[in-house]
């Protein structure tokens, strides 16, 4: 840079003088080089290099020489001497000045990153707690005006999946409820019908006939139970509705009539059935109890094509166990269709839990009676 400013200014002005500052001398020709250079390097040896150095070892200096020929064909040196002690000194300085700089700004870039990630982070953090509050608070009913816009696209992108699978899932409960509903009044009046009809044979004294009382008792029971259905899939279909009657059931009999009610499903298939029942009693409504039990049994039996069926109670617990069949690709649970689906609800309604396990070996089912249905009682007639 100085050869070339000062080679600027000769062009100019030939009489320019040469430059010289703190550290900094220039030389016109070799004989006015101080004489250590001179002694140390040939005057051949500028010739032929760019830059040369000079390194006293008796002197705590080096020095930078730069030849440079002017347009005049002499030559001109550029000296650059650096002091050691002076240097070190001087750049152990810079150095902990650099450092320090560093060490402050990094500090303070740092710190303006973590409070921008954390600012970021608790809009991040608020908008998905307004995610979770919205999905939290959607119900069926006010569904259409319950659509939210949130800040980001990604969470808008996400508010629009549980939104279309919320109302998705609306649309199938509100079908099951309406299939329910509707099953249970069409039902209504072949049952009536069927119902006057057994009071007329009654009447007529055909269940004092000894060919046909047997017949005629099943009749009525399942007619009865007909009944009783339709009423508790109203019930179970309406989330406002009185409570059914409860009442004292006995659950090893009950448990005993439901086996012998489906024991034909077990006929020609090489199937054992073992019993654990304990003699205790359950205050709850008999005829939801008889659904639900009566669903878990039936698709135990149809669904088992050999080996073992193992059902066993408490005071407050009924499970079935069943062995896995080879034969078909479709598990136990998802063969039970409507039979679970109308489980599930029943026992949802009825406060208690339910608990399906599916293994390479057996599939069981577990209903846990740890709630009863209050005051609405009677006394169990059957």
């Known amino acids: 840079m100085e050869v070339q400013a000062y080679s600027k200014k000769y062009d100019l002005n030939p009489d320019t003088p040469l430059p010289e500052y703190t550290n900094f001398k220039t030389y016109l020709g070799y004989h006015n080089l101080p004489q250590a250079i001179q ?26 020489i730069y030849p440079w020929q002017r347009p005049d064909n002499r030559w001109v040196y550029f000296i650059f001497t650096v002091h050691f002690d002076d ?19 990094g500090l303070t870039v740092l710190a303006i990153i973590v409070v921008i990630m954390l600012a970021f982070l608790h809009r991040i953090s608020r908008s998905i707690d307004e995610l979770r509050e919205w999905a939290n608070s959607l119900e069926a009913k006010t569904l259409e005006q319950q659509k939210k816009s949130f800040k980001y ?13 919320t109302k998705r899932i609306a649309s199938g ?30 009447y007529k004294g055909l269940n004092t006939d000894p060919r046909f009382a047997a017949s005629f008792t099943r009749m009525t029971n399942s007619v009865h139970n ?34 012998a009610e489906n024991n034909y499903l077990l006929r020609d298939k090489p199937v054992t059935v073992s019993k654990l029942l304990s003699n205790t009693t359950i205050i709850a409504s008999k005829h939801v109890l008889r659904i ?15 080996g073992e069926i193992s059902i066993h109670n408490t005071s407050d617990t009924f499970a079935v166990f069943n062995s896995r069949s080879s034969e078909g690709d479709v598990t136990d649970a998802e063969s039970y269709g409507l039979g679970i689906m109308l489980i599930e609800q029943l026992v949802e309604k009825m406060g208690w839990d339910i608990t399906f ?3 390479d070996e057996f599939f069981s089912v577990t209903l846990q009676m740890d709630g009863t249905l ?6 169990d007639s059957a």
Not at 87 to 105: P, Y
Not at 233 to 244: D, H, I, Y
Not at 294 to 306: D, P, S, V, Y
């Open 39 to 64: 002694n140390a390097i040939p005057e051949s040896d500028f010739y032929s290099k760019t830059m040369d150095v000079f390194d006293p070892f008796d002197e705590d200096i080096m020095q930078f």
């Open 153 to 165: 696209k990604e969470l808008n992108q996400l508010a629009d999946l549980i939104y279309s699978n």
């Open 87 to 105: 240097a070190t000194d001087r750049i152990v300085q810079d150095l902990d000045n650099m450092l320090s700089f560093i060490g402050k700004t």
């Open 173 to 202: 409960v509100e079908r099951e409820q309406r299939f329910l509903e509707n099953a249970s009044h069409e039902l209504r009046t072949p049952i009536a019908i069927l119902q006057n009809n057994l009071e007329l044979l009654e």
């Open 226 to 259: 007909m009944h009783h259905l339709t009423t508790t899939l109203l019930w179970a279909s309406r989330k406002e509705s009185e409570p059914p009657l409860t009442a004292e059931i006995n659950l090893e009999e009950l448990i005993e009539d439901l086996i």
């Open 292 to 306: 639900i039990l009566g669903n878990i049994l039936r698709n135990a039996f149809q669904h088992t094509f050999e």
């Open 357 to 359: 396990e599916d293994s």
């Open 374 to 379: 209050p005051e609405n009682t009677e006394e």
